[in-house]
């Protein structure tokens, strides 16, 4: 498994060939969770985002002037705070996971930045993750009296938590010189309480990363 992954990038970051363009990027990202619960329905929540961080490096494979497929490896931290009062008890909960991410867009190009103009590029496509590691703040008022836990993510039967998780993206962006300037939709599809690998076979509970990220990034 490590040395099938290995080899694929390799193949997609090492041996680059002479029509890409390899880049780093860096960032900000606006997370937040879907949640729902045999007693939490998703309208019931307050959904706060979190601002959590996202780094990695690009490959643009060129196929036309104007489309490429660009392929990435990122660390990204995906989660959200959520809140909800029931019966007099008020639970405020802080998620945060962090993934090895491997998105592949499909890129649509205008413009001619590397003359001295301004690009312009529109993405979509899918994306699958792999979590390291996460974390879990929860805070519970009881009339008055809190009670604060901390809790990792174990991914096994304790927690129930996937490691796997995937989903698709909608970016937009703008180019100058060697430089882009990319705002990129999140969208994660994997229900990460799931029992099996069937997200249409129950409903609940339900956690879905969700993620608004906006990101500079420099071509070689």
Known sequence: MKYS???VLFVLFGAVPAFSQLGIKGGIQLATMKQEDENIDQDDLEKHAIIAPVLGVTLDLNITDHFSIQPELLYTQNGGRNT???FGVETESTYRINYVEVPVLAKIKVG????GGVGFHVAAGPWLGLAMSGTTHTETTVFGSQIVTEDKFTFDNEDNAKRANFGVIGAAGISFSNFT???RYNYGLNNLLDEDADNNNDNK????TRGLA???GVTF
């Open 5 to 7: 992954l290995f080899s």
């Open 84 to 86: 909800y009062s029931y």
């Open 181 to 183: 300037l990319d705002l």
């Open 112 to 115: 001619n930045p590397e003359d």
């Open 205 to 208: 509970p339900v956690l879905q």
């Open 214 to 216: 906006v990101t500079l």
